[in-house]
């Protein structure tokens, strides 16, 4: 639009230029007339003023003008329809809009004084308040403009003055490109002359005339069969035969021919697709049976396309079990056109030819066909992603079974190592006490040794014990007051606590979804590790405090505050440890020190890394040697279920 | 309480010899006035208490005045002994002390459940088990009072 307005504008500058003086703005019709030669022009210029002025009256008073003045013959067509153009576009008024595709019909004419007659008529349309008339004429401009057919509008003695687009690509007309003066131009020698001698006079004579002609391209030469229709066009205010209307549509073998290529590359192209396809490609018609299969079909399903066309999925790719269902609401679809599965990937149970079923995954489509509709099932073998699928499962069922065999084993291995055990110490027991006046002091230093031993390994036993119990034996998760646990600990603890001089402090703790009992053994094993590895110079101070952390990346990834995780913290200003064997220290008998130093089996942390994993969480330590230890453990809030 | 100290009889089931030999070791160390019958496992623990087979004799089966009961034995184990013997009127009064070596929860509160007097574990050492048994002996025969 701008760019009109700045074409207007330059020529509205370049008008005025010239005829400023002898003009002046109101007077655009003298101009015109001034103009003679260069109507086109003249008919810019007016379009580009009355862009600024009152569009009505000016293009009234211009008709008025133009119809009293014949413009000289052999003016340019193509300037004229510009202009006129340009014209309607400028004035942006409905009634000489309509107006100007009057015009512009009949302007087209080389004959001007019909031309302008026309206008003259056409004004008088609008002025007497017939706007329908030119709506119509209007609409059927439009109309012959968008025909595919050719449509020429000729003087009665068969001299074109209009062609439609498809007419001009017929013939091979550039669209601006001037019309021949003779029908002659665009068709076969005997068609023109059929034409002349026999279609022109019937149409005189009868008003139409109906055959078959040959359209002659212009620039190759290529002859094109239409079936040929000429109406005879009166003029509606005097009865007067005005023009013809020839209308070409093309027909006979080319048309076959030209029809049969496109449907022909169109088959050829679907088909290229289809068989390209790696996934099979299934094909119903609106009865429900196989019309398309694939080649991909062929090779999953295990049959040859032919004898699967015309069968009915329900009977060759999918089990009746499994179909059965399907098919009903394929059937419904089919009948209403819609349903619930368009678009959607189900998964299904396929057979193949052999009978070995697979899992697939199926998608429709639903097209139309002669107004009938068409479903195409898109259909992938996800057999092996199902296999891989199974197999993790599978591993991963394995997996916690052997877990869960090792747990069971080191239980029932502890337990029955035990009772061995039990009787060395009973029966060395008895020994040291009945017969020890029947040792000399080295065997009863030999007997205490093999005690000692005795006792110790029955501790490791016991603690290995202890930590398989961590999965066997757990509870289920109740909601645990923190506070309320660490204070029954630390009650436990009380004498020992006031034996080293230590001092425990409980900061604010919250209430979490957990097994109390190895919460409680969590805190009992911490707190009395913190007291444990004290320094021999300080009095230990133990503070144990615990609150909620959201855990952002979490709580992004998957978007529940029931992933926020509790951290509970142990800290004491103990001996403290290397960094270096922060992850060693939870390891099962590992100990950092001499049993003579700090006794224990080494067990203590590995059981408290089980009971936090056992929670979904998790235990970390961190320490400096002779600055304290700080134990975190960080416990999801909620649970979903225990692990193990 | 009787004039003289009075012969308690125990009977002991127990696949485990030397545990027998222990409590046997034990009451002799205590000093104590002592029929301790033993019993491999459930089945024949009922024979003993029924007289069938080779307690048929009921002068080699006296009725016990308390029954240290292992859990764990072939055959017949004590849990289900246990059930069956505290299902029997006649015997249903006679304590029953669970002596085993399991310490799991499970066994502990199923064996108060199934009507044992008490629970066990035993112990590591000798001198435990020698306190263990004057302890039970003077709980039993001493300060309880047992139906005669």
């Known amino acids: ?644 | 309480m009787d004039a003289l100290p009075r012969s308690f009889t125990i009977l002991m089931a127990d696949d485990d010899d030397e545990d027998c030999l222990l409590v046997r070791d034990a009451l002799a160390l205590n000093v104590i006035p002592h029929d301790l019958r033993t019993v491999p496992d459930g089945v024949e623990l009922l024979d003993y208490l029924d007289r069938r087979g080779k307690y048929e004799d009921r002068r080699q089966s006296p009725r016990p005045d308390l029954i240290l009961l292992d859990l764990n034995m072939p055959r017949k184990d004590g849990r289900e002994a246990l059930g069956e013997l505290k299902a029997d009127r006649r015997w249903r009064q006679i304590p029953v002390v669970v002596l085993t070596t399991s310490t799991s929860d499970d066994d502990i509160s199923f064996s108060y459940r199934s009507g044992a007097s008490s629970y066990i574990a035993k112990p590591s050492t000798y001198q435990a088990w020698v306190e263990l048994v004057g302890t039970l002996h003077k709980y039993w025969f001493e300060l309880a009072r047992l139906p005669t």
């Open chain 1, 1 to 644: 639009m701008s760019d009109l307005v700045d074409l207007l504008r330059s020529q509205e500058s370049r008008i005025r230029e010239e005829f400023s003086e002898r003009t002046g703005r109101a007077d655009v019709a003298d101009a015109a007339q001034t103009m003679g030669e260069d109507c086109g022009a003249m008919l810019e210029a007016v379009a580009a003023y009355l862009a600024q002025d009152d569009g009505q009256e000016a293009a009234a008073r211009w008709a008025r003008q133009l119809s009293g003045q014949a413009p000289k013959a052999g003016l340019s067509q193509g300037r004229v329809l510009a202009g006129l153009s340009c014209f309607a576009q400028a004035v942006r008024h409905q009634a000489v809009v309509q107006l100007d595709h009057q015009v512009v019909l009949l302007a087209a004419l080389d004959d001007l004084d019909e031309a302008v007659d026309a206008l003259r008529r056409a004004y008088l349309a609008i002025d007497s308040g017939e706007p329908e008339i030119s709506l119509q004429r209007q609409a059927l401009a439009l109309v012959a403009d968008e025909s595919s057919d050719f449509v020429c509008l000729a003087t009665r003695h068969g001299k074109p003055f209009y062609l439609n687009r498809a007419g001009r690509e017929l013939v091979g007309l550039e669209e601006k490109s001037e019309l021949s003066s003779t029908l002659h131009d665009y068709h076969s020698d005997a068609s023109w002359e059929r034409l002349r001698d026999e279609a022109v006079p019937a149409v005189n004579r009868r008003g139409r005339w109906e055959g078959e002609c040959q359209l002659r391209h212009r620039k190759t030469g290529a002859l094109v069969d239409v079936q040929t229709r000429i109406l005879l066009v009166r003029d509606p205010a005097t009865g007067k035969s005005g023009s013809m209307a020839i209308v070409h549509r093309p027909g006979g073998k080319q048309r076959e021919e030209a029809l049969a290529e496109a449907l022909a590359e169109s088959e050829a192209r679907k088909h290229a697709i289809l068989e390209s396809a790696l996934d099979p490609i299934v094909t119903i018609d609106h009865e429900g049976v196989i019309t398309e299969f694939n080649r991909a079909a062929e090779s999953v399903f295990g049959y040859p396309r032919n004898t699967v066309l015309g069968t009915r999925p329900s009977e060759v790719l999918f089990p009746p079990a499994s179909m059965a269902g399907q098919q009903i609401r394929i059937d419904r679809y089919l009948e209403a056109g819609e349903g619930s599965m368009l678009g959607k990937r189900t998964e299904v149970t396929a057979v193949r030819a052999g009978g070995e079923t697979f899992p697939a995954e199926m998608a429709m489509t639903l097209n139309y066909e002669h107004g009938k509709p068409l479903m195409t099932f898109f259909i992938r073998d996800i057999g092996d992603h199902k296999r891989a699928e199974e197999e993790q499962a599978r591993y991963a069922a394995e997996l916690e079974r052997s877990n869960h065999e090792l747990e069971q084993f080191a239980y029932v291995a502890s337990h029955d190592l035990q009772e061995p055990l039990r009787k060395i110490r009973t029966f060395g027991d008895r020994l040291a006490s009945s017969c020890s006046a029947a040792l000399d002091p080295t065997g009863r230093e030999c007997v205490e040794r093999m005690q000692t031993a005795a006792e110790r390994m029955q501790s490791l036993i016991q603690g290995l014990l202890s930590l398989s119990r961590v999965t066997t034996k757990g509870q289920d998760f109740v909601p645990v007051d923190l506070a309320a646990v660490a204070a029954e600990v630390v009650s436990d603890l009380e004498v020992h606590i006031q034996q080293v001089q230590g001092r425990v402090e409980l900061g604010r703790m919250p209430s979490i979804m957990a097994d109390p009992l190895q919460i409680r053994q969590l805190l009992q094993n911490l707190i009395g590790n913190a007291l444990k590895f004290r320094r021999e110079d300080e009095p230990p101070v133990v503070r144990v405090h615990a609150r909620f952390v959201g855990d952002r990346d979490n709580r992004q990834a998957r978007g529940s505050p029931a992933d926020e995780q509790c951290r509970l913290v142990v800290e004491d200003n103990g001996v403290g440890f290397e960094e270096k064997y922060a992850e060693r220290i939870f390891g099962v008998f590992q100990r950092l020190h001499t049993r003579e130093a700090y006794p224990g089996t080494g067990i203590g942390l590995a059981i408290c890394k089980k009971i936090a994993e056992r929670h979904g969480g998790s235990i970390a330590a961190c320490s400096t040697p002779g600055q304290g230890a700080v134990f975190t453990v960080l416990l999801p809030a909620v649970h979903r279920k225990p692990k193990g």
